[in-house]
Every structure is written in structure tokens, then in C-alpha cells.
């Protein structure tokens, strides 16, 4: 058995302490956490390599959590060999949205497989997701799978649903103007109104134009209509001044993927 070498431990270490500092600096720039945390998060980030500027963790009210998008990363990474999901039908009542999904998460050739169960219906799940608890209750049940097939003892972020705020302490919030059903918005160009959303709620710039693409349903936004981007805008104004945690968990679900041309 080849033993690693010393250069290659160095560069490991090197590594692990930039992205720690990276880390701390840029989470801490969102919300105050303990000595505690910190100590946490240098466990976590040496054990997994967890990114929070890959959207990897977030921290809610001083509590690190994974999410959706940095345990299928981290996964990829470990080259796990399958991830199966099925429906618990007798569990599930389609005309009341309520589902409960299991996922078998398989890391290696050969394991028997991490079981983990997802559920969700209109009382766990925000209000601005409604018609989507299928797709959330498959999130929740992959994520908890994996997590016990790499012994991450964090909970994700979609597992603690909508009711978890953060500990960010509050924006002043500009009151926007007036909003007219001719979607004019007082005057300013729709995209001018996007982009003052999108420096409003600090969101990132890259992943809204992809979240808008899909939202429309088109290739890039250039071929989207003009009433498809007002929607878009009237819904993420809407959403962001609801659940801003919630919008950023569906944001980062575009991590990786190609931007929508503006």
C-alpha cells in the first residue's frame, strides 16, 4: 500500500486552512457566530470540504447547515455510486399534497445503502412553493440519506422547512414604489427593476438570471416575452420579502449550471 506524501499532506493542510479562512470571512460577514461555531466549522470543513462561498453551508440563527447543493457535491466528490427514490405510496395523498419519499443513497460498489425519508405537504413547506411537495419531500429524503451515508451529523437546510429564520440581523429595506397592473413599475425598464432587486436583497446576480431562465421556460432570457420577466420580477420581489432563506436554498440550486444569457 503506497503511503501519501509529504508534499501531498502539505498541500492538503494548505488547503483546508485557506478554505477555512475563506469560510469565516465570508460568513461572518452574513450573521455573528461563537467560538463554538467556529470550531464546528473547522471540523466540518476539514471533514467534508464544505464551501460557504459554493453555497455549500449556511448559518441560521448561530447553526451551521448543509445544503441541498453541497451534499450532492459532496458525493460527486466521494464518487457515490447510485442514488435511488421511490414514493411510499401508502403514505401518500396526492389530492391533499402530502408526500413521503424515500431515497437509498449507495457510496460504494456493493454497500446495501443509506435509507433516509423525506416528507412534505402544505403545512411544512412555504406557501410560495405550494404545488411543489413532491420535488421538496425527494430533496428532504436524499439529503438525509446521504448524510448518514458520510456521517455528516449537521442537519440541510431543506430539512427544517420554512420556519427557520436566519440570525442575519435585518436589512434596512427600501420601500419599493407603487407597482401599476401595466407592469411599468412607476417608469423604470423591468430589467432596471431586477437588478434594484437583486441589490436590495443582496442576491447573486449570476444565479437569478439562471432561476429566471427556468422560470420562463425558455433557452435564454433574450427569448423570453416581456409579461414572462414581469412575472418573474413580481414573484421574486415577492418572495424575497417573504422568505429571503428560502429564495437563496432555490437559488443555489442553480449552482454549476450555465448562466442565462441576459
Not at 442514488?83 to 408526500?99: G, T
Not at 430533496?139 to 438525509?144: D, P
Amino acid at each position: 500500500m503506497e503511503l501519501p506524501s509529504r508534499r501531498s499532506e502539505t498541500t492538503s493542510v494548505r488547503h483546508f486552512k485557506k478554505l477555512l479562512r475563506e469560510n469565516i470571512r465570508l460568513a461572518g460577514g452574513t450573521a455573528p457566530f461563537s467560538s463554538r461555531a467556529i470550531d464546528l466549522l473547522a471540523t466540518i470543513t476539514k471533514d467534508f470540504g464544505f464551501s460557504f462561498k459554493a453555497g455549500e453551508l449556511q448559518i441560521i440563527d448561530g447553526n451551521w447547515y448543509v445544503t441541498h447543493t453541497g451534499l450532492l457535491r459532496l458525493a460527486r466528490r466521494k464518487k457515490c455510486r447510485g442514488i435511488h427514490v421511490e414514493a411510499v405510496e401508502s403514505m401518500c395523498d396526492f389530492a391533499a399534497s402530502r408526500f413521503v419519499l424515500k431515497a437509498t443513497v449507495f457510496p460504494s460498489k456493493g454497500s446495501s445503502g443509506f435509507v433516509g425519508y423525506g416528507d412534505a405537504d402544505p403545512s411544512n413547506v412555504s406557501f410560495l412553493v405550494h404545488g411543489a411537495e413532491m420535488r421538496i419531500a425527494e430533496t428532504r429524503a436524499v439529503n438525509r440519506a446521504l448524510r448518514k451515508a458520510y456521517g455528516i451529523g449537521i442537519c440541510s437546510v431543506e430539512e427544517i422547512g420554512s420556519s427557520a429564520k436566519s440570525s442575519q440581523p435585518p436589512r434596512e429595506t427600501k420601500k419599493l414604489p407603487p407597482q401599476p397592473a401595466n407592469g411599468n413599475y412607476g417608469g423604470p425598464k423591468v430589467r432596471d427593476r431586477l437588478c434594484q432587486l437583486i441589490r436590495q436583497h443582496e442576491l447573486d446576480a449570476n444565479l437569478v438570471k439562471s432561476y429566471a431562465t427556468d422560470f420562463c421556460g425558455v433557452k435564454t432570457l433574450r427569448q423570453a416575452t416581456r409579461e414572462q420577466v414581469e412575472n418573474f420580477v413580481t414573484h421574486l420581489a415577492d418572495w424575497a420579502e417573504k422568505d429571503r432563506n428560502a429564495l437563496t436554498c432555490q437559488l443555489n440550486s442553480y449552482l454549476g449550471q450555465k448562466d442565462g444569457a441576459a
